[in-house]
C-alpha cells in the first residue's frame, strides 16, 4: 500500500502538501489487526507468539501516526479558514 500525496491549492497558489484518502489503507489496517488478533487467540501460535505481537505493535503505532496525521490536516484547514479572511490577517 502506498499513502497519496495531493497538492493543496487555494485558488491559484500552492499552500503545499495534504495526505490523500486513506479509507482503503485504515480498512486494510483494521482487518490485518483482527486476523492477528485471532492468530494470538489460536492454541498454535506458540512458536510464532513473538512475531504476531510485534506486528501488533506495529500496526497500533502506524494507526496512532494515522489518527494523529488526520487530526493536524483537519486542524490546519481550520487555521487556514481563519488566517485567510483578511481582517483577522491584518489584526494578527
Known sequence: MKFTVHAYMKGTSNRGW???AVDEIL??????SMNLQSMSA???I???LNSVQ???KSL???SEVLDVSLYC???VHF???IIIHENIFYSL
Not at 27 to 32: G, R, T, V, Y
Request: glycine residues 8%; contains cysteine; negative net charge.
Open 18 to 20: 495534504i495526505l490523500g
Open 27 to 32: 480498512q486494510i489496517l483494521d482487518d490485518s
Open 42 to 44: 489460536s492454541r498454535f
Open 46 to 48: 506458540g512458536p510464532f
Open 54 to 56: 510485534n506486528w501488533e
Open 60 to 62: 497500533s503505532h502506524i
Open 73 to 75: 490536516i483537519c486542524e
Open 79 to 81: 487555521f487556514f479558514a
